[in-house]
């Protein structure tokens, strides 16, 4: 179990560092259907797998929560840093000779 909900801090994060928080909906759902068929193809009991469902979802938001606020703070790091070369937005910034 403490493997599942490390891997769904890890998909949080990565979620929240690229897309935006509806991206949360269906990665739950898809959550909760391999959590509902892996436990009852184990044999589990109802309440470990309402259990673990709830507990992968916490986690996934968590990880959200924790990449969103990365993507968030991370162009305030580069401002304060001059030496990291920012990614140009534009194609406006090149001479054509």
């Not at 269906?26 to 109802?46: E, H, K, M, Q, S």
């Amino acid at each position: 179990m403490m493997t599942l909900l490390i891997l769904s801090v890890l998909a949080g994060i990565l979620l929240g560092m690229r897309l935006n928080v509806l991206v949360l909906i269906p990665a739950i759902g898809f959550a909760f259907i391999a959590i509902a068929g892996t436990g009852a193809t184990r044999g589990d009991p109802l309440e470990s797998i309402v259990f673990t469902m709830i507990l992968a979802a916490v986690c996934l938001q968590a990880g959200y929560l924790g990449g969103s606020a990365t993507g968030f703070f991370m162009p305030a790091a580069r401002a304060s840093h001059p030496r990291i070369p920012r990614r140009a937005t534009s194609q406006s910034h090149r001479k054509i000779a």
